[in-house]
């Protein structure tokens, strides 16, 4: 079995020492520069497998070393050895593209947690780079058979938005900064999430994914942190909360402007410290996850606004990615098409789109992104006459799906059910207004989507 072997980058004899020891007896083999400039020739000289450096140098900075190593030796998992509290330090080097940091003084499970992720990472990089070569070397036919059992896990695109998109997110799969997703919705925010889990060294470990806007003010803190038994009324026993649940692998916060001021500032505490503490303890207790977090809104604004702290801002939003519209993408959506019809089809009916309900789709404007196509399409399906859809049943004349923001209080309250007797009539007039998106019309309706879909059921109309 080949032994990983690191280099230390620090000129603390200490320091060194302590690394030493702990890799040691982790049966992973050590080198040890005091300087870039030694750091610089044991990298071209040795084949290393991670890196962990110390930001002051005699000759420079643990910046610059990470910087080297991105551009030269991509495949090596850089940490970044910062001073306790210095969290402005450690937010620059994960910006620059370094693994992870960990904090002095030097806490060794800690340590441990993230030399094995890095560890991890390495052979997930050299399994990666053995599948490609194996796939080059493989017949076209064999290719395009895999090519064809892509799934929902995977970001569908040809467009160069895609491609760049996914380029940043196998990037970003590379770190344990946090990342903040962008972008309306629809456009695939929490598949993007799932997908930089996936690739990441944590995807062995949960992902947990929650939306924030949907846990009641007076339970957050327990959701998000747990409880002790006792601790309040109704505690009859310990609950785990989601950064337990979550330990380990990814905690993906969806809508996380929708967090109260209050939540935010334990939020940041949490991620500052890596630390939790469940109501009612006395102890804090260290936990080892990653944030991914997103939102449709403007951030940016909310924080302008004082509706959003900045501090916490600045934390979760380390590395941004911008999830594209469909509109921008729309050479992409043939494919998207292909995909979700596949996926539609049942019976051994096999549904296609004629060539004018091709070209209709690809001259809308999708307000509801891919989602949106999504749902146009399972209604499409449910309403044709054939296996091949025309464009007159995909229903887009005009069509104008309101986002969560764009519905007004007006609008809100001319959709008000009124009674039972014309629910029906109702939602199927919502549903027509929003283009068959759930979501929305249940927004356009005032009721919670839990409620429509409910409601949905009841009436046979899901």
């Given at each position: 079995m080949t032994r990983h072997l690191a280099l230390i980058v620090d000129d603390e004899p200490d320091i060194c020492e302590l690394l030493e020891l702990t890799l040691n007896r982790m049966d992973i083999d050590t080198l040890s520069a005091g300087d870039l400039k030694t750091a610089y020739r044991l990298l071209n000289e040795h084949k290393i497998s991670?890196?962990?450096?110390?930001?002051?140098?005699?000759?420079?900075?643990?910046?610059?070393?990470?910087?080297?190593?991105?551009?030269?030796?991509?495949?090596?998992?850089?940490?970044?050895?910062?001073?306790?509290?210095?969290?402005?330090?450690?937010?620059?080097a994960l910006k620059a593209g370094a693994f992870d940091f960990v904090s002095k003084p030097l806490e060794l499970a800690e340590l441990r947690n993230l030399v094995n992720a890095a560890i991890k990472l390495a052979q997930k990089e050299t399994h990666t780079q053995q599948k490609n070569q194996l796939v080059s070397e493989t017949s076209s036919e064999v290719v395009q058979t895999s090519t064809e059992k892509q799934d929902i896990s995977r970001l569908l695109g040809d467009s160069v938005t895609m491609q760049q998109t996914n380029k940043l997110i196998t990037k970003l799969a590379k770190s344990q900064a946090p990342v903040y997703i962008s972008g309306e919705s629809g456009t695939g925010k929490e598949l993007a999430a799932k997908q930089i889990h996936a690739l990441?060294?944590?995807?062995?470990?949960?992902?947990?994914?929650?939306?924030?806007?949907?846990?009641?003010?007076?339970?957050?803190?327990?959701?998000?942190?747990?409880?002790?038994?006792?601790?309040?009324?109704?505690?009859?026993?310990?609950?785990?909360?989601?950064?337990?649940?979550?330990?380990?692998g990814t905690l993906f916060l969806d809508e996380v402007a929708d967090l109260p001021l209050s939540m935010q500032v334990k939020l940041l505490r949490a991620i500052q410290e890596k630390a939790i503490r469940s109501v009612g303890a006395q102890q804090e207790e260290k936990i080892d996850v990653r944030i991914i977090s997103a939102t449709h809104k403007d951030l940016k604004q909310l924080v302008a606004n004082d509706d959003f702290r900045q501090d916490l801002y600045y934390r979760i939003n380390v590395i941004e990615l911008a999830m594209p519209p469909l509109r921008e993408r729309q050479g992409d959506i043939r494919l998207l098409t292909d995909f979700f019809l596949q996926r539609l089809s049942s019976d051994g009916t096999q549904y296609q789109l004629s060539n004018e309900a091709i070209n209709t789709l690809e001259h809308y404007a999708f307000p509801g992104n891919v989602r949106e196509l999504e749902n146009i399409l399972e209604r499409a399906v449910a309403l044709c006459d054939s296996s091949l859809i025309q464009s007159s049943e995909l229903s887009l004349q005009d069509a104008i799906v309101p986002s969560q923001d764009s519905t007004t209080a007006t609008q809100r309250t001319a959709y008000k059910l009124s009674s039972p007797l014309?629910?029906?009539?109702?939602?199927?007039?919502?549903?027509?207004e929003t283009r068959w998106n759930r979501k929305a019309a249940a927004e356009l309706l005032g009721i919670t989507y839990r409620q429509f879909r409910y409601r949905l059921k009841k009436m046979n109309l899901d």
């Open positions: 991670i890196c962990l450096t110390d930001m002051r140098l005699p000759d420079g900075n643990g910046i610059e070393l990470v910087k080297k190593v991105q551009s030269q030796y991509k495949h090596i998992p850089v940490a970044m050895i910062s001073a306790h509290g210095n969290m402005d330090t450690a937010i620059e990441s060294a944590r995807s062995d470990k949960p992902f947990t994914p929650v939306n924030c806007g949907a846990i009641p003010s007076e339970l957050m803190e327990s959701e998000f942190f747990g409880h002790i038994k006792g601790s309040f009324t109704g505690a009859n026993k310990d609950k785990q909360g989601l950064f337990q649940a979550a330990n380990g014309d629910d029906e009539q109702q939602i199927r007039q919502a549903l027509e």
